[in-house]
């Protein structure tokens, strides 16, 4: 029960202090141009992840499941949401569902509302080859996300204090694996050095879940009033990592995540090298303040309006997106200065 309310409380607690607009977004700018010689018709937001062929670049990122009737109920939402905007959804851990299959319904019901779409499991770092497949059996999943999340564990008392041999794990699960896997962080964003461990194991897609937008070191704190604050600051924010793990230049699908919340935010994102942009703070607090309704309708404005800057951009696919030019300054500039990142 304390983890079915752990789960609740995360939720609860990302709509109340987990959204900042912190992620860099504001150091990005695109540079007009007058002559886009392009119809808003022609433009294609197809994009290939890594061999996961989507129809779109914007994704519902992992949030819920295995905590009773209530996540059950958002994971419907958020399933038909996902659907009939045609967009890929990714669940939340299922690691519970794994232990207790009692569990595995609030995980099942997203497959179950979105029979053909694109549907992707995932577990932690301390998952193993059998846990994977068995995630991925369980949503018939397209592709599967192995989450990195120290900095929540750290801030957990009863949290993980060794964090010995993921990589390695990573790389058993990876080879092994008929579809693609994904290693997310979850709003710490991942350093140059991580991806390339990653790209050195064999990982083909990483999503860099940058510092900005939910923050699970603020959640920790708030909702249990513990002392771990020095995190609550802690992180590479989401437009610097993008940065980072696209200088790495090892061939690896980058995916943008970590407090991205409309289609301009996307649009800076792929101009920075990501191949597509997942969000869930932003879209499960559409869902629980407004409904279902209003989300299916943010999701396919999302999806217009970025079709609408990239026309204005001359862009006419996500290839040609990720090469608008771009104005870098503030903070991220800083950053990337002094990281030789150019
Ligand atoms: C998450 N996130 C998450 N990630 C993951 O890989 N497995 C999980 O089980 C969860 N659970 C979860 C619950 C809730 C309520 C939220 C809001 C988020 C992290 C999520 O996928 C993402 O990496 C971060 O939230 C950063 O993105 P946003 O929220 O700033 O768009």
Redesign the pocket.
């Known amino acids: 029960m304390a983890r079915t309310q752990r789960?609740l409380d995360?939720?609860n607690y990302?709509l109340q202090t987990?959204?900042h607009r912190l992620?860099g977004f504001e150091d990005i700018s695109f540079v007009h141009q007058s002559l886009p010689d392009l119809s808003i018709e022609d433009v294609s937001l197809d994009t290939v992840i890594g061999g996961l062929h989507a129809s779109s670049p914007i994704f519902i990122?992992?949030?819920?499941?295995g905590g009773g009737k209530e996540t059950e109920h958002l994971n419907k939402e958020l399933s038909i949401a996902a659907r009939e905007a045609g967009i890929p959804i990714?669940?939340?851990?299922q690691m519970a569902a794994l232990k207790d299959p009692a569990e595995a319904g609030s995980f099942e019901i997203v497959r179950r509302m979105n029979p053909d779409g694109i549907v992707i499991a995932?577990l932690?770092g301390e998952a193993g080859v059998d846990e994977a497949k068995r995630a991925v059996e369980m949503l018939r999943a397209n592709a599967l996300?192995i989450?990195l999340?120290v900095i929540q564990e750290l801030t957990m008392p009863e949290g993980d204090r060794s964090f010995k041999d993921t990589l390695l794990r990573i790389e058993k699960i990876t080879a092994a694996m008929s579809v693609p896997v994904i290693v997310?962080?979850?709003?710490f964003g991942m350093s140059r050095e991580t991806v390339s461990k990653l790209s050195s194991a064999g990982v083909s897609i990483a999503?860099i879940?940058?510092f900005?937008?939910?923050?699970?070191a603020r959640i920790e704190n708030e909702r249990r009033k513990t002392s771990f604050s020095y995190f609550n600051e802690w992180g590479i924010p989401?437009a610097v990592s993008i940065a980072e793990a696209v200088s790495v230049k090892s061939g690896m699908a980058i995916i943008a995540?970590?407090?991205?919340?409309n289609s301009l935010d996307v649009a800076k994102c792929l101009a920075l090298g990501a191949i597509a942009a997942?969000?869930?703070?932003?879209?499960?607090k559409t869902l629980k303040e407004k409904g279902l309704p209003e989300l299916i309708k943010e999701l396919k404005d999302t999806l217009h309006d970025l079709k609408v800057i990239m026309t204005a951009l001359g862009a006419k696919d996500i290839k040609a997106l990720q090469e608008a030019r771009l104005i870098i300054s503030g903070e991220t500039f800083h950053w990337l200065t002094q990281r030789g990142i150019d």
């Open positions: 789960k995360h939720i990302a987990g959204q992620s990122n992992a949030m819920t499941g990714a669940v939340g851990s995932n932690g996300q989450h999340n997310k962080e979850t709003g999503d879940g940058g900005g937008g939910t923050n699970f989401t995540s970590g407090g991205i919340q997942g969000m869930a703070g932003q879209f499960i």
